[in-house]
């Protein structure tokens, strides 16, 4: 473990309709290797995205380090992706995505008569257009993406780095093993291999 792990702050992510307690028993874990980390709550459903992406951006804008760490969880990873095209550089990210939602849905566009009405987040769920957000050119971003072998929910699309556990959509933010998995790879982030 390096000095620079330990001052880089890590931002927890939450999915749609994850609050962010389901991400405690991960926060309480890296605790014990980073100085800080922040559970961002997220605002809530049916409130209008724009309120959700620019509350994180100014979260993430707000953190005094040019080095940060975030882990994502499902539609966080969107949030995230989305907030991150509005962080001034220069600023080193590293980035944990967990079951990331990256295209459609296949649940959410079989339903999309009827539930791209209900809230905005099934709306860029129900279209790969929509949910296929990019991440910004302008910041040093390293992205490790960790997929669940059970996850029935969201689609697997191949990523740089990425690895697969023995997890459900939601199990893996109540894994130990995915705990380590996260750790080491934001360890190994930091270090710069």
């Known amino acids: 473990m390096t000095d620079k792990s330990l001052s880089m702050p890590v931002v927890l992510v939450p999915g749609f309709m994850s609050p962010a307690w389901m991400m405690w028993p991960m926060a309480k874990y890296l605790q014990g ?5 922040v559970r961002w709550d997220y605002p809530r459903i049916f409130v209008d995205l724009e309120v959700s992406v620019t509350s994180l951006a100014d979260q993430l804008s707000a953190l005094d380090s040019p080095q940060i760490a975030i882990v994502t969880h499902s539609f966080g990873d969107w949030l995230t992706r989305s907030a991150l095209q509005r962080i001034q550089s220069p600023r080193q990210i590293r980035l944990i995505s967990l079951c990331p939602v990256t295209t459609n849905v296949p649940i959410v566009t079989l339903t999309s008569p009827l539930s791209q009405y209900i809230t905005p987040e099934l709306r860029i769920m ?3 257009a929509s949910a296929e957000v990019s991440l910004p050119n302008s910041l040093d971003i390293r992205r490790t993406v ?4 059970g996850d029935l929910l969201v689609r697997q ?10 997890a459900s959509h939601n199990s893996v933010l109540f894994q130990p093993n995915v705990w380590v998995l996260v750790r080491d790879e934001l360890h190994k982030r930091a270090a710069g291999s």
């Not at 290797?33 to 980390?37: L, P």
């Not at 699309?157 to 023995?166: E, L």
Request: charge should be positive.
């Open 33 to 37: 290797s980073f100085h800080r980390v």
């Open 126 to 128: 129900s279209q790969a």
């Open 146 to 149: 960790i997929h669940a072998k």
């Open 157 to 166: 699309q191949v990523a740089d780095d990425q690895r697969f556990v023995v």
